[in-house]
């Protein structure tokens, strides 16, 4: 299958399913990871393109260490709006290149508008971009995707209604989220965050959920055209 994980910044994939992300490459599977803002905002000490240049590097990198393709769609933090028509077809164009079979992004009620409005604008985007005429520079795409909502930062609202062990990959997952050395930095300064051991504790937490070490925990959009009959998860 093909798989498309979209999240709003850099970092965020690898906290909230960067282990189920490992499990789809080691099972064989093509996996593209994109992250919509550039993580431009985010810190102290550098401007506004030095620091999204870092965090470019930085997805990469964790991108590699998961075995992914690392894209991202180039917008800036705190902007990110599903009702905008060019940030659409951005989305749709991303969808139409990396042909989904399956899309994991953010829930509805994640925490900040960025999260909330980078999944409404990818699980939107992977509707439209079956339409013959609405015409972008991408041919349509002919499948519309499957789409698994995340978990949550913390999990704070979040019920998961299926789970993904990631114990065997637990080091895969955190040593991906390491790569965001500048992120780190910024979760530490500005909101007292040790994300590495966040992480740890939110994937221990749902892996005694289900009856392992560690797991990751989504929940299916059950929107008409989205449902399968079989598991799509590893």
Same mark, same amino acid.
């Given at each position: 299958?093909?798989?498309?994980?979209?999240?709003?910044?850099?970092?965020?994939?690898?906290?909230? %399913?960067?282990?189920?992300?490992?499990?789809?490459?080691?099972?064989?599977? @093509?996996?593209?990871? %994109?992250?919509?803002?550039?993580?431009?905002?985010?810190?102290?000490?550098?401007?506004?393109? =030095?620091? &999204?240049?870092?965090? *470019?590097?930085?997805?990469? &990198?964790?991108?590699?260490?998961?075995?992914?393709?690392?894209?991202?769609?180039?917008?800036?933090?705190?902007?990110?709006?599903?009702? *905008?028509?060019?940030?659409?077809? !951005?989305?749709?164009?991303?969808?139409?290149?990396?042909?989904? *079979?399956?899309?994991?992004?953010?829930?509805?009620?994640?925490?900040?508008?960025?999260?909330? @409005?980078?999944?409404?604008?990818?699980?939107?985007?992977?509707?439209?971009?079956?339409?013959?005429?609405? +015409?972008?520079? =991408?041919?349509?795409?002919?499948?519309?995707?499957?789409?698994?909502?995340?978990?949550?930062? &913390?999990? !704070?609202?979040?019920?998961?209604? =299926?789970?993904?062990?990631?114990?065997?990959?637990? *080091?895969?997952?955190? &040593?991906?989220?390491?790569?965001?050395?500048? +992120?780190?930095?910024? !979760?530490?300064?500005?909101?007292?965050?040790?994300?590495?051991? +966040?992480?740890?504790?939110?994937?221990?937490?749902?892996?005694?959920?289900?009856?392992?070490?560690?797991? @990751?925990?989504?929940?299916?959009?059950?929107?008409?055209?989205?449902?399968?009959?079989?598991?799509? !998860?590893?």
């Amino acid at each position: 299958m093909r798989i498309l994980a979209v999240a709003a910044h850099p970092d965020d994939l690898e906290i909230l %399913c960067g282990g189920t992300l490992a499990r789809f490459v080691a099972e064989g599977h @093509e996996v593209t990871m %994109c992250h919509v803002s550039r993580g431009d905002r985010g810190s102290f000490i550098h401007t506004m393109d =030095e620091i &999204a240049a870092i965090r *470019d590097g930085e997805a990469a &990198a964790a991108a590699r260490v998961i075995g992914a393709q690392h894209v991202s769609l180039g917008l800036s933090d705190g902007e990110v709006n599903s009702s *905008d028509p060019k940030q659409k077809d !951005l989305a749709i164009d991303l969808i139409r290149r990396t042909r989904p *079979d399956v899309v994991i992004t953010h829930h509805p009620s994640d925490y900040m508008p960025d999260h909330v @409005e980078a999944g409404k604008l990818v699980e939107d985007a992977s509707f439209v971009a079956t339409l013959p005429l609405y +015409q972008t520079a =991408e041919p349509v795409h002919t499948t519309v995707a499957a789409v698994y909502y995340m978990d949550t930062l &913390a999990g !704070l609202g979040f019920s998961p209604t =299926e789970y993904v062990d990631t114990s065997s990959v637990i *080091d895969t997952k955190l &040593a991906a989220l390491a790569k965001h050395v500048s +992120q780190v930095e910024w !979760l530490r300064d500005h909101d007292g965050v040790d994300v590495l051991e +966040q992480t740890r504790t939110v994937s221990a937490f749902r892996g005694f959920q289900a009856g392992t070490a560690y797991a @990751e925990g989504f929940i299916p959009s059950l929107k008409w055209l989205r449902p399968r009959t079989k598991r799509l !998860l590893p």
